[in-house]
Nanobody, 125 residues
Framework: QVQLVESGGGLVQAGGSLRLSCAASGRTFSNLLMGWFRQAPGKEREFVASVSWSGSIAHYADSVKGRFTISRDNAKNTVYLQMNSLKPEDTAAYYC??????????????????WGQGTQVTVSS
């Protein structure tokens, strides 16, 4: 089992920045593929970013490319999502996800077995 706890959400003005953190426990963190997803009210949960075991390979949704950066610190069992130039449309609950071996594409929520409880990000215009 893997436990994931997100933090760092909050209220920010458009153009501002936030850094989300996701602390993992229960399994060797460096063996986990990590991802961030988000879900706005009334919408499906959507892929934001993912990072490989070593942190050397990252993928991003087109909507956040160039503004968000995913990274991980295996010594701290933590994955981060640095969010810059935030827009009102980035408002959502952000979820951390993990899996040992993805059962589908990295951008598919069904590919990840473990999920955190989410942290709310609200961007005001």
């Amino acid at each position: 089992q893997v436990q994931l706890v997100e933090s760092g959400g909050g209220l920010v003005q458009a153009g501002g920045s936030l850094r989300l953190s996701c602390a993992a426990s229960g399994r060797t963190f460096s063996n986990l593929l990590m991802g961030w997803f988000r879900q706005a009210p009334g919408k499906e949960r959507e892929f934001v970013a993912s990072v490989s075991w070593s942190g050397s390979i990252a993928h991003y949704a087109d909507s956040v490319k160039g503004r968000f950066t995913i990274s991980r610190d295996n010594a701290k069992n933590t994955v981060y999502l640095q969010m810059n130039s935030l827009k009102p449309e980035d408002t959502a609950a952000y979820y951390c996800a993990a899996d040992r071996d993805l059962s589908g594409p990295y951008y598919s929520k069904s590919a990840y077995e473990y999920w955190g409880q989410g942290t709310q990000v609200t961007v005001s215009s």
